[in-house]
């Protein structure tokens, strides 16, 4: 679902693995679709009073498990390995470092006001969790450019490598085929299929959709641009010929045209103005102390009352227990973990994989917004680095921040690189898409998740299939495939499971929140239940609301 | 061309005349490029000491036109009607007031922050120049979400009226095509078209494209959006059911849904943050006194050496004389003013026709933003005020001005209603696309060119015919269409038109502002040939650089 939905903006620029990873969407998407409903959270006001809890990790699932439990009156502490809050959330500007797992160390050395979000970068205006906190915490929002017209596709092996633009191959590619179904409705080759009406309604839809003139020709359109634009007095402009449908079905340009019709991909998106970390910063600053950093997790015990965890602070160790825990480590943390997590939770985990997304980032002259009118967007090539990103920050200003390459490097050729072949690659596909621009980047910045402490990995691949499913877990559409999964998204006595691997919109924030709320959800109802169980617990805590 | 790509938007909302349109603006596209070119700017720094110019009207041709000549060294004059720069470019905010021609005055109550642009009200990216001044001037851009896919489209006389959102309509159609043309390719309809290889290709393009199953069935698409959205835990999402086909072509919801398709709608577009009339008062704080404000031109007469205009200031009638003249005045205006100007070019002005394009904007609580998660972009309905446009301003505050009803109204049954039955109108439009939010809306204003004193006209919609050609005009393909057109594209003398009418970009401000670079042009050239004709003339201007 989610992650498919992710792997099939990373796999574009793979030639092979397109096609079939959006079909398998389309098929697991109608496929896992079901109507139960996790509850709306309802739990009474200060009905968190006496209870603790102890989140692990300071990513997006725990800021709002920990907002939401604190207004509820719960003791709410957050467990952070890292000196900042956000986990992937990760916003990169000048000063900043970039240590991998084995030492290598980037420092970025980018001017005042240029960042990247290594992590995730935009917000669907569909993940209304999210941007409902963004309004809430006063996190100010800009337009995201998801898809400008006046990008690139191109690839290596075609048409002498020449990049098209967007808005030629969208449109020419739609008038060929409004032309090749109208001869075919006119031709009786559907007349099966069509009534006579629809066929006549068919046709004039064609003329426009293509737009077709009304002989039925696709005969080129404005919509695909001007080779000379029109202007003033007797400039009546030049509209770009068609490209012709052989070309365009020979260079697969489809594989880049259709990434903005991908749901989580459509206008209209935003970012937070000044880096996409602004919403952990904000999250942070009404939590206070209730994060502990630099606080990494050592041990995680059930005890008979809850739990025990043991973290790292300032070389000492140290413990803190709790009644509940929301666990939103990543699973490639959690399983190096002494913890008492029962078997069939270890099995999944354990068997869990992890892609490592890698985005390289450049300082550069805005050539593309200066040079070649490009605002916002992104290209995609089919060989090498892909896609390209351009800022949708502080355009209109002389320099910014582009990414290329942006791509699962999980076993593939250009994993084995080393870090300044890896720039060259990234270089040579600007220099692809843009001819004689390459040489203008500068100040590259590598992140690959796979290598980053306390991540090691991007986000979650591949669930592990216990080989004792959890009993509590009531029997869904039958299917072995989310077993995994659905194994995970049941509490572990007091440890609940949070994290957008615990969701179906893997590697976007939404996904992370909604896991936090629903983590925070199934926490309350055990609360609630535990007390009316318990005469005696409810006794001790008779001014507080249930 | 720029007309009618106008009027393909405006037209939108005809169910009759969109195609036709449509086509025509296609078929005159490819038919008028020609390859002429007016030669880039190129005149010496200073060339303009000792030569006096006055521009007629204060829009965007007579600034850019001011601007350049003024860095040139002219001695420039511009009598603006107004007591603000801009013409067209028109933002009305909190206690302005809107006067038509017969007097009726409203007065707008709108809150601090709210505002309409009343004119012009987007800035395409591809519109180079118009971006490039205010670059220069420092007027701050942001983003303008032209399309959102979480737009309506609504059809009173087909499915009941229901409203449908865009992306369901987009795609949904986008997949009964793909699934008709894929059988055509396998039941062998397109073997004349298409080679073997090309059959494959285009089957494998079409499972992406539409997208299809490995049968080459279109079964809804994630893309499409969903009924229930994705979530944690057990919360697939359950993805919209396909629009069937029938539907779709019956409900002619093609005729808004390609409308971001247009080279002049295509994303990437912009706006001025605070209003776009920041552009004239950015050119006006740089020209300063150079603009008289509240000076109509009553009189233009050509003299042996250029003209002489008169003009209203504070109650008395006055003249100045200059070696030329910019005139950028509506023809509307100009056809009511004396003027010397030769015969063929008053043919044509008399003759010329123009539009009345209106909107009716209203103040409200962003419902749209707030309860249906639309943030930007347009929408349209078939019968009645079309199409809807929110506010790219100001996103996630809680109120907003939006559009409803922008539509050249002349001589529809629409122009006949009064005020206060074309505001019922525009509001139940909002009732047709949101049911149930009709009565937030407040506060309407209504502007209609037509009747607004000193335009009379929103734009040109047709060129009057010279009964004798003006013979400088070199011959073109020989067509008669725009005749009128390429008259008023020849100095007459010493008065050079300019104005979106003198463009092919007619109704945006580029073509405005390409027309008063084309004037600035074709006067240097024409003082440079005079000095140079003139031994004596350059005898006294000997420091000057020609």
Same mark, same amino acid.
């Given at each position: ?455 090691? =990995?991007?986000? &979650? ?6 080989? +004792?499913? %959890?009993?509590? *877990?009531?029997? @869904? !559409? ?14 572990? =006595?007091?440890? &609940? ?6 969701? +179906?919109? %893997?590697?976007? *924030?939404?996904? @992370? !929140? ?33």
């Amino acid at each position: 679902m989610g992650l498919t939905r992710r792997q099939f903006l990373t796999r574009v620029g793979d030639a092979g693995g397109y096609s079939a990873a959006f079909i398998a969407m389309q098929g697991l998407g109608l496929m896992e679709a079901r109507a139960t409903e996790v509850p709306e959270l309802m739990a009474a006001p200060a009905s968190g009073h006496g209870t603790k809890v102890v989140i692990l990790g300071g990513g997006i699932s725990g800021l709002v498990a920990a907002y939401e439990l604190r207004k509820l009156g719960y003791s709410v502490t957050v467990l952070e390995a890292r000196n900042r809050p956000g986990g992937r959330n990760w916003t990169v500007r000048g000063g900043d470092k970039v240590t991998f797992t084995d030492g290598t160390t980037q420092t970025c050395t980018w001017g005042e006001g240029s960042y990247q979000n290594f992590g995730p970068a935009r917000l669907p205006s569909a993940h209304t969790n999210i941007l409902g906190y963004c309004h809430k915490l006063g996190v100010e929002l800009q337009v995201e450019v998801n898809m400008t017209n006046s990008a690139f596709l191109q690839n290596d092996n075609a048409n002498g490598g020449k990049p098209e633009m967007m808005r030629r191959v969208v449109n020419d590619t739609r008038g060929h085929v409004s032309q090749l179904l109208s001869k075919c409705v006119k031709t009786g080759a559907l007349d099966q299929d069509l009534s006579s009406e629809d066929k006549d309604k068919m046709l004039s839809f064609l003329r426009v959709y293509g737009p077709l003139d009304l002989g039925g020709k696709y005969n080129g359109s404005e919509r695909a641009g001007y080779s000379e634009l029109p202007g003033a007095g007797d400039k009546a402009g030049t509209i770009n010929p068609a490209i012709d449908l052989h070309t365009l079905l020979d260079e697969r340009f489809w594989q880049g045209m259709m990434f903005d019709q991908q749901f989580d991909m459509q206008a209209t998106m935003f970012q937070p103005v000044g880096g996409m970390d602004r919403i952990p910063y904000a999250f942070a600053k009404e939590l206070g102390s209730i994060i502990k950093y630099e606080c990494p997790v050592t041990e995680i015990r059930k005890t008979g009352a809850g739990v025990t965890i043991t973290y790292m602070e300032k070389g000492a160790s140290k413990q803190i227990s709790a009644d509940y825990c929301l666990n939103g480590l990543p699973l490639t943390q959690l399983k190096k973990i002494p913890n008492d997590l029962s078997a069939p939770y270890k099995q999944v985990i354990d068997a869990t994989t992890y892609a490592s997304a890698y985005k390289i980032a450049w300082e550069s002259r805005r050539f593309w917004e200066q040079d070649q009118n490009i605002f916002g967007g992104l290209e995609f090539c089919n060989v090498g680095c892909s896609p390209i990103w351009f800022p949708s920050a502080k355009m209109f200003s002389p320099r910014g921040v582009l990414v290329s390459g942006y791509t699962d490097e999980t076993n593939s050729p250009f994993s084995k690189l080393t870090m300044p072949q890896k720039f060259d690659e990234s270089r040579k596909s600007i220099e692809r898409l843009h001819p004689g621009f390459g040489k203008e980047l500068e100040k590259p910045m590598y992140v690959t998740w796979g290598r980053i402490p306390y991540n090691e =990995g991007s986000w &979650i691949r591949g669930y592990g299939q216990p080989e +004792h499913p %959890v009993t509590t *877990q009531p029997s @869904a !559409a039958g299917g072995s495939v989310n077993q995994g999964y659905e194994t995970l998204c049941q509490p572990d =006595g007091p440890i &609940i499971f949070i994290g957008d691997h615990v969701s +179906h919109i %893997v590697a976007w *924030q939404e996904g @992370a !929140a909604l896991s936090g709320l629903r983590g925070v959800q199934l926490l309350t109802e055990r609360v609630k239940a535990a007390r009316l169980a318990s005469p005696f617990a409810t006794q001790g805590r008779e001014a507080v609301a249930v």
